[in-house]
């Protein structure tokens, strides 16, 4: 009967130990994700919506600029053809580069995922370069913040995506304008849990590494 209770006690031990490991065995070094009250030291930011359902155009500059940038069909009305998207807000939401600044004079799209054949979420960014529009940045990914700076380009928040031996890696990444394109600051969330402070520099280069190996950037 010991012996039972004791092979018992001991397979209990063995499983706690087995959850430990794994719940310690991470990719990367990462806080629990903050509680709303404490004290975070960044800019206060603007959430930013992915809901085609409910997005608006709060003008006609927004189909035009669409239009003009050729990345829908400006000959229908309204389009439930994700490879023949027509030029409307179920299909993509158009934030100006700056504030203040036309659309048509430089912009950020946000494309919905199957979108002309492409299977995720595109994050574009467009400046006015004399006669045209030039591509300055692109993204495979989404804008989750805005955060306001004193240039009037904001810095913004984006959040890529990727597997890793059979895990889901969600990273949320801080960029900011400079010399005419988004760069990368860092790494701020892995997972929606914050990255060790300690672990901060070397964690965002890792992670930009990813972002360049696997053109979630361009």
Request: include cysteine.
């Amino acid at each position: 009967m010991r012996n039972k209770k004791l092979l018992w006690v001991i397979g209990i031990l063995f499983a706690l130990l087995v959850v430990l490991y794994f719940v310690n065995d991470s990719r990367y070094e990462i806080q629990e994700p903050q509680k709303k009250n404490e004290d975070i030291e960044k800019v206060e930011g603007i959430q930013v919506s992915t809901d085609f359902n409910t997005n608006t155009f709060a003008s006609k500059a927004e189909p035009k600029v669409l239009k003009d940038l050729k990345l829908c069909d400006s000959t229908v009305q309204w389009s439930d053809d994700l490879l023949r998207p027509s030029c409307t807000p179920n299909y993509f939401r158009v934030f100006p580069l700056k504030k203040g600044l036309d659309v048509a004079q430089g912009c950020m799209v946000l494309l919905k995922a199957g979108v002309n054949g492409f299977p995720v979420r595109r994050f574009v960014v467009y400046e006015r370069e004399g006669k045209q529009m030039v591509q300055a940045n692109g993204f495979i990914g989404y804008p989750i913040e805005f955060r306001p700076q004193a240039n009037h380009y904001d810095d913004v928040v984006i959040r890529f995506f990727e597997r890793f031996e059979g895990q889901k890696y969600f990273y949320n990444c801080l960029f900011t304008w400079k010399q005419n394109r988004y760069q990368y600051v860092r790494c701020e969330q892995i997972n929606d849990a914050n990255i060790k402070p300690e672990k901060q520099a070397e964690v965002s280069a890792e992670i930009l590494q990813i972002l360049n190996e696997k053109q979630l950037v361009f």
